[in-house]
């Protein structure tokens, strides 16, 4: 399939910018597991718009942003479901598409339970930095075993390509959640990692 021919651009905004804001949005999921509540999937449907502080919240809807398992098994749910949500949420924002090409329901569930790989960010958006590129394709592995584990380790993947907000809110989500959950599909070949001590490209 070429994805690039089959996804529509829209906008899309800075890397620091989708960033920032998606971190923001992540500050309110952590905060909705800290209290156990149902967050199960993330919607910003006006995000562009008016940032997250408005216009952002978690519903029941929007299947584009479900992970793979949900699909299979909604009870299975977890936060590895919501590290997939906001990777989906971020590549809209930064390549201005969706990351899968889907037009139906159907399709979308054909393409999320099939072993092909969601497109790499950088197809569609040749501008942005390849380590960012690695960070959003782990958010988006349709194995969640080879996703982030948590909340936490998305965030810290993701601060440095951030402003000062975005560190920020990696701080709360790791006052809220903990420390990241090391070791947890660390040893995974095709889990890609960014060393925070890096900056971006």
Same mark, same amino acid.
């Given at each position: 399939?070429?994805?690039?021919?089959?996804?529509?651009?829209?906008?899309?905004?800075?890397?620091?910018?989708?960033?920032?804001?998606?971190?923001?949005?992540?500050?309110?999921?952590?905060?909705?597991?800290?209290?156990?509540?149902?967050?199960?999937?993330?919607?910003?449907?006006?995000?562009?718009?008016?940032?997250?502080?408005?216009?952002?919240?978690?519903?029941?809807?929007?299947?584009?942003?479900?992970?793979?398992?949900?699909?299979?098994?909604?009870?299975?749910?977890?936060?590895?479901?919501?590290?997939?949500?906001?990777?989906?949420?971020?590549?809209?924002?930064?390549?201005?598409?969706?990351?899968?090409?889907?037009?139906?329901? #159907? /399709?979308?569930?054909?393409? =999320?339970?099939?072993?092909?790989? @969601?497109?790499?960010? !950088?197809? +569609? %958006? &040749?501008?942005?930095?390849?380590?960012?590129?690695?960070?959003?394709?782990?958010? #988006? /592995?349709?194995?969640?075993? =080879?996703?982030?584990?948590?909340? @936490?380790?998305?965030? !810290?993947? +993701? %601060? &440095?390509?951030?402003?000062?907000?975005?560190?920020?809110?990696?701080?709360?989500?790791?006052?809220?959640?903990?420390?990241?959950?090391?070791?947890?599909?660390?040893?995974?070949?095709?889990? +890609?990692?960014?060393?925070?001590?890096?900056?971006?490209?």
């Amino acid at each position: 399939m070429n994805a690039a021919r089959h996804h529509e651009p829209t906008n899309n905004l800075a890397v620091p910018t989708a960033v920032d804001w998606v971190l923001e949005t992540g500050v309110v999921v952590a905060a909705a597991h800290a209290q156990r509540l149902a967050t199960r999937r993330v919607r910003v449907q006006t995000l562009p718009n008016g940032g997250p502080s408005g216009s952002c919240r978690a519903l029941m809807s929007a299947p584009r942003y479900l992970a793979p398992e949900q699909l299979v098994d909604p009870a299975s749910a977890d936060e590895r479901s919501d590290v997939w949500a906001l990777g989906v949420v971020l590549f809209e924002l930064v390549a201005g598409v969706a990351p899968i090409p889907a037009r139906s329901y #159907l /399709e979308l569930r054909h393409i =999320l339970l099939s072993s092909e790989p @969601v497109p790499p960010l !950088d197809l +569609l %958006a &040749p501008h942005v930095p390849p380590a960012f590129a690695r960070v959003v394709a782990c958010a #988006l /592995e349709k194995d969640r075993e =080879l996703r982030y584990p948590s909340l @936490v380790e998305l965030a !810290d993947a +993701l %601060a &440095p390509f951030g402003g000062e907000l975005a560190a920020q809110s990696a701080g709360r989500i790791a006052a809220l959640l903990g420390p990241p959950r090391s070791g947890v599909a660390a040893a995974s070949p095709r889990r +890609l990692r960014v060393d925070r001590r890096s900056r971006p490209e």
